[in-house]
Every structure is written in structure tokens, then in C-alpha cells.
């Protein structure tokens, strides 16, 4: 296994990140990461869908598209900022995964690609956060890189 060491804080080499990528066009390839295993979850159960970690918005601007009632959450404001003026209809929100400013038991599904391996401190409190927003009987899908390490 090749592991990563960053030179600069996680917030740090996201926004530095974020100031120079555009917006994401909606993911397309349903036979490929990351759509292939949203799909997988995305719907089942149905109801509102939360993908922690929404970034340039790919996945996230893809399945409102598609009329999915989904909320994009990132710790990265420029990322949510661009997402908002590329378009207002969007429902994203600038928050840390580990304190979510969502009730209890909201969301039927979350999506989480590359979040917990680019937390600093206090991954427990991510997920657990997850957890909490997360529905009896939910959904989750989630990823992360065993290579990356703070």
C-alpha cells in the first residue's frame, strides 16, 4: 500500500483545491465509481438522499437533475459557493461532518465519498454524526482512501 502524507491541513489543500477547479458537470457513467455504487443505494428506501462531502458537485447536481430530493454538504464554502451561483436550486450547505445541522433520523440515504480519510481529528464523531442524520433502515455508502493519513 503507497500511503499519503499532505504537506498542508486538510480545510487548507481542499480550498486551495477548490479555488482552482471548476464546477462538475453531473456524473455521468453509471457503470463506473462513484455513480455505479450511489446507484446502489440511491432510492432504497426512497426518500431524502444527503451526500456528505458533495465537493465540485458531481454527484450531487446528477441526481437533482434526476428530481432526487438531495442535500450537498461540504466543509470546503468555496466549493458550496460555486455550486450556488452555478445553480440556486441546489440545496447545499457549508458544514463540518462532524457536527451536521440536520435532525435526528433525516435522511433515508448518505452518500459519503472521500470524506472520513481527509478528517484530521475525530473521525469517530464524523460517523457517528452520520449515523445520527441517517435513518433507522437507511442507506449508507461510503468510501474512503486507507492510504491517506494526518
Known amino acids: 500500500m503507497r500511503k499519503t502524507f499532505r504537506e498542508q491541513r486538510s480545510p487548507d489543500y481542499w480550498t486551495s483545491r477548490w479555488d482552482g477547479i471548476a464546477v462538475d458537470a453531473p456524473a455521468r457513467g453509471h ?36 428530481g432526487v430530493n438531495i442535500v450537498g454538504v461540504d466543509n470546503i464554502a468555496a466549493a458550496i459557493v460555486r455550486l450556488r451561483e452555478c445553480d440556486a436550486t441546489l440545496d447545499v450547505v457549508h458544514a463540518d461532518a462532524r457536527n451536521l445541522p440536520f435532525e435526528t433520523d433525516r435522511f433515508a440515504t448518505v452518500l459519503c465519498f472521500g470524506v472520513y480519510h481527509s478528517i484530521e481529528n475525530d ?10 442524520v441517517l435513518k433507522t433502515g437507511g442507506r449508507l455508502c461510503v468510501e474512503f482512501r486507507a492510504d491517506t493519513l494526518h
Open 31 to 66: 457503470d463506473r465509481y462513484p455513480l455505479l455504487y450511489a446507484d446502489m443505494v440511491v432510492g432504497r428506501p426512497p426518500g431524502e438522499v444527503l451526500e456528505l462531502g458533495c465537493g465540485a458537485g458531481r454527484l450531487v447536481r446528477h441526481y437533482h437533475q434526476k
Open 123 to 132: 473521525v469517530p464523531a464524523a460517523i457517528k454524526e452520520t449515523f445520527r
